[in-house]
């Protein structure tokens, strides 16, 4: 498990048309992101992904099988800010750090808030960030 505030890359992602359009079709069915013709007529001018797409794919894809096997319960999500839009076959970043932790009473679980920040590969923007607090057990 990371010590609290280092930070990891955790992976890089892009999305095609084709899985953004099958995400936002279960979903988040706005046309910007089942259309390539809406999104084209979009404030973003394109199609674009679905906000939370590009976390759920992190977080099934490099998270879960790094730190699956520890996880009790989800326990919140907050803060999430979607500040650009992830477009197809661009490539994304996340960044991951361990805020806090605090060992429970029991010495059997700990309480992490986790940091997640996504970039543009090769960019300092950041496009989207949320935390999580997960209820672990100890390793």
């Given at each position: 498990m990371l010590a609290p505030g280092k930070s990891i890359l955790l992976g890089k992602l892009s999305l095609s048309?084709?899985?953004?359009?099958?995400?936002?079709?279960?979903?988040?069915?706005?046309?910007?992101h089942t259309s390539?013709?809406?999104?084209?007529?979009?404030?973003f001018g394109s199609l674009i992904a679905s906000g939370p797409h590009?976390?759920?794919?992190?977080?099934?894809?490099?998270?879960i099988p790094l730190y699956g096997d520890t996880v009790l319960a989800g326990l919140e999500v907050n803060n999430w800010k979607f500040l650009k839009p992830v477009y197809p076959n661009m490539e994304v970043e996340c960044h991951i750090k361990v805020l806090s932790k605090k060992l429970n009473s029991d010495q059997k679980t700990q309480i992490i808030r986790w940091s997640y920040e996504f970039n543009y590969s090769g960019s300092t923007d950041l496009i989207?960030?949320?935390e999580t607090t997960i209820l672990h057990r100890t390793e």
């Open positions: 048309e084709a899985e953004i359009i099958e995400y936002a079709k279960t979903f988040d069915p706005l046309p910007f390539e013709e809406a999104g084209k007529k979009s404030m590009a976390f759920q794919v992190m977080y099934r894809r490099f998270w989207q960030s949320l």
